[in-house]
T-cell receptor, first 112, second 118 residues
Framework: KQEVTQIPAALSVPEGENLVLNCSFT??????LQWFRQDPGKGLTSLLL?????REQTSGRLNASLDKSSGRSTLYIAASQPGDSATYLC???????????FGKGTKLTVNP | GAVVSQHPSWVICKSGTSVKIECRSL??????MFWYRQFPKQSLMLMAT?????????EQGVEKDKFLINHASLTLSTLTVTSAHPEDSSFYIC??????????????FGPGTRLTVL
């Protein structure tokens, strides 16, 4: 059974700092991996999607990497801003299934 | 594009009543919709997979008679929580897969429905 772990559970940084959020998974037979942002009491906003054959995706200040062999993905946020404060969720789907398995998320606070 | 809406955004009901939540794909047709539940400070847990015109597939531990799912069209799925109890209070989120395939089976998520059962 696929398990997705996100470390740390919470992270607090000063504005302007570069940071890395981690996601690990137990079964490397994945189809795609997505990073989402969730604001309190709100739904999910898709940030980046990495297909299994890709190693990274970039969007603005965000860069997500995927290393299937080690069962890890990272989300790199450059020059963090207070508006980046949210919970970041990692989720993946496996070959032959459209279901997403989610991690518990990392709650990020960027202090002005 | 790829917008999913949910209605209502929040609902408060008395214990024992039933509540219906709608999930709509606004600008695309969805072959498959998913229903998730999220408890405070927890991640999303898949409850069921809903395919248009067929019965939903429920995850282990989810009572199909309590959480009724109907996917009557390619743009609408509904989740009815029957005989709701306080322990059913949660944040319910739906997602949809585009009939066009989308980008690597990307799911598009609704804004969620906060259910509070008194």
């Amino acid at each position: 059974k696929q398990e997705v772990t996100q470390i740390p559970a919470a992270l607090s940084v000063p504005e302007g700092e570069n940071l890395v959020l981690n996601c690990s998974f137990t079964d490397s037979a994945i189809y795609n991996l997505q990073w989402f942002r969730q604001d309190p009491g709100k739904g999910l906003t898709s940030l980046l999607l990495i297909q299994s054959s890709q190693r990274e995706q970039t969007s603005g200040r965000l860069n997500a990497s995927l290393d299937k062999s080690s069962g890890r993905s990272t989300l790199y946020i450059a020059a963090s801003q207070p508006g980046d404060s949210a919970t970041y969720l990692c989720a993946l789907s496996q070959g032959g299934s459209e279901k997403l398995v989610f991690g518990k998320g990392t709650k990020l606070t960027v202090n002005p | 594009g790829a917008v999913v809406s949910q209605h209502p955004s929040w609902v408060i009901c008395k214990s024992g009543t039933s509540v219906k939540i709608e999930c709509r794909s606004l600008d695309f047709q969805a072959t498959t919709m998913f229903w998730y539940r999220q408890f405070p400070k927890q991640s999303l847990m898949l409850m069921a997979t809903s395919n248009e015109g067929s019965k939903a597939t429920y995850e282990q531990g989810v009572e199909k008679d309590k959480f009724l799912i109907n996917h009557a069209s390619l743009t609408l799925s509904t989740l009815t929580v029957t005989s709701a109890h306080p322990e059913d209070s949660s944040f319910y989120i739906c997602s949809a897969l585009s009939l066009a395939g989308g980008r690597y089976n990307e799911q598009f998520f609704g804004p969620g429905t906060r259910l509070t059962v008194l």
